[in-house]
């Protein structure tokens, strides 16, 4: 049966009604600081100005602190709760969220880092913007993606994978596009090359969305919905040892 | 046992919401049962204890019974060999077959269902007897041996079959009452498993046990599904989930839901087994 939000602080012991709660807040904290750094990348990316780099730079070590504390959280309560059902579900799925989390604030500083490069000595306006609209979509995909997560809604978090599709064929394009640029104007290739860099960063963010989605939706339905290329025998034939 | 004791102290905390349905949620069926409930009712006088109960018990499968105090789930697993007889006021309808014969049958002697239906207890319980008598008793009284020298052989198998002969073999002669808990209750699983039943019964075989010897019981509860078909009422899910195949969860005499052990402790499908599973039963 589904998870509901008002599932996690119902158990009679309250102290893993608080272990559960404080996880969570923890995952969205950390959802947060990714959307910002995100969001301030773009800034950078867009206007061409790298003031921002430092904070994004902080953020992202804070970032990776929020994974380990999560993951030990996530272990404690295995260790010491035995969490079943829904429980479990949550648990697990956190802890596949918060990794995919961390590689998403990876991507983003590495945007921020290219885009304060291209700073000084930035790429034809023509595919900057390509650069920067793909990047609004991205930002709001993780942003549906953190709030499905934020309401237990997997019916948002399906949907989260749905657009994610429209966000791999724009990059492609994207990707036809920069190599006219390059034919275009071969001294632009150096930077073009940065932009394109950036391109794959915004493209990874937004696999690691539709992951994050994906679990969410575990936690809430019981249901894998990761690659539709895998069939239940198949995953049952592993399990059960069978040729 | 007081069997009416345990009824009155119960659901004292169990809630009643308008999900407590009569229709089982999974598959109450097996490919290969070794007995079948079906819509099994039981009262204790005025009290109806078990309603409409269906559900098939599978040859060579560890089932578990699991649910909150007074659901019914022991009163279930004495109804699989008429343990519940033995209470002037219980009175059980619907039909329970093994083989295909009805259990409740007038013509059916509970003595010999018993050898067939074995029950290991909560407290271990032997006999005031030497180790030896405990194991030997069965197949004596129920004349499943001819000799000295057979019966030497049933009572060795028996014990290590439940993996206290190397500790006992030097001690046959001595009380089984002097042996530890936890080798008490493996004394009585093998006094069960001498009369070679087709089912085992447990009611909360580990409550009584450390961790260790608790280990060990579910060790052999593994081992023994080779040969037996177990059924274990438990109030600890975690042994639930280790030892069974299959999960049942009753709640206020019913019987909420049935499923695959590994599908019942991730992805339940009823709200009440969730809730008690998950801990949010208050």
Redesign the interface.
């Known amino acids: 049966m589904d998870l509901k939000s008002s599932d996690l602080n119902q158990h009679i012991s309250s102290q893993f009604n608080e272990d559960l709660e404080s996880l969570r807040t923890h995952v969205l904290k950390m959802a947060g600081m990714v959307e910002r750094n995100l969001r301030d990348s773009l800034v950078i990316l867009e206007s061409m100005e790298s003031g921002l780099l430092p904070t994004i730079e902080q953020v992202e070590h804070q970032i990776n602190a929020f994974e380990v504390a999560v993951d030990r959280e996530v272990i404690n309560i295995i260790a010491l709760r035995q969490p079943a059902a829904s429980d479990l579900r949550v648990v697990m799925a956190i802890s596949k969220i918060v990794r995919d989390l961390e590689r998403m604030g990876d991507e983003a500083y590495k945007i921020g880092k290219l885009a304060s490069d291209l700073a000084g000595d930035p790429p034809p306006a023509m595919a900057l913007n390509l650069s920067v609209s793909l990047g609004r979509q991205v930002a709001e995909l993780v942003k549906r993606a953190v709030d499905s997560f934020v309401r237990l809604d997997a019916e948002q978090a399906r949907e989260v994978g749905v657009a994610d599709r429209s966000i791999d064929a724009d990059y492609e394009s994207a990707l036809r596009a920069m190599s006219t640029f390059m034919i275009e104007d071969p001294r632009a290739i150096g930077r073009l090359v940065k932009l394109l860099w950036i391109f794959r960063a915004l493209e990874r963010i937004g696999d690691h969305a539709t992951n994050v989605s994906e679990q969410l939706i575990y936690a809430v339905r019981g249901k894998d919905v990761r690659h539709a290329d895998v069939t239940e025998s198949q995953v049952n034939d592993i399990v059960e040892d069978r040729e | 046992m007081d069997m009416t004791a345990t009824m009155n102290d119960t659901q004292i905390s169990a809630k009643e919401p308008s999900s407590v349905t009569n229709q089982t949620v999974g598959d109450v069926t097996v490919e290969n049962p070794r007995m079948q409930a079906k819509n099994v009712q039981v009262f204790y006088g005025d009290k109806h204890a078990i309603q409409d109960v269906t559900i098939d018990i599978g040859s060579n499968e560890v089932i578990a019974f699991i649910g909150p105090s007074g659901c019914g789930k022991s009163t279930f697993l004495r109804c699989l060999n008429r343990m519940n007889d033995t209470i002037d006021i219980c009175r059980v309808e619907g039909a329970i077959t093994m083989d295909n014969k009805d259990i409740y049958d007038p013509s059916v002697d509970v003595v010999p269902l018993r050898a067939r239906v074995g029950m290991v207890f909560q407290k271990p319980n032997p006999f005031p007897k030497s180790i030896y008598d405990n194991v030997a008793y069965g197949p004596r009284i129920h004349g499943l041996v001819e000799s000295k020298a057979e019966l030497d052989e049933v009572v060795e198998q028996s014990l290590t079959r439940a993996g206290l002969w190397e500790e006992v073999k030097d001690r046959l002669d001595q009380p089984g009452t002097g042996l530890s808990g936890g080798q008490q209750q493996r004394l009585c699983i093998a006094r069960a498993i001498a009369v070679s039943p087709e089912v085992i019964l447990m009611d909360e075989p580990c409550s009584a046990l450390d961790p260790i010897a608790t280990a060990r019981i579910e060790e052999l509860i593994h081992e023994l599904s080779d040969q037996f078909t177990i059924v274990i009422v438990t109030h600890s899910?975690?042994q639930a989930?280790r030892v069974s195949s299959r999960t049942a969860y009753f709640h206020l005499g019913k019987l909420i839901e049935v499923g695959p052990t590994k599908q019942?402790?991730?992805?339940?499908?009823?709200?009440l087994?969730?809730?008690y599973?998950?801990?949010?039963?208050?």
Do not use: K, N, V
């Open positions: 899910m975690q989930a019942i402790f991730t992805s339940p499908q009823h709200e087994t969730q809730d599973i998950t801990g949010r039963f208050g």
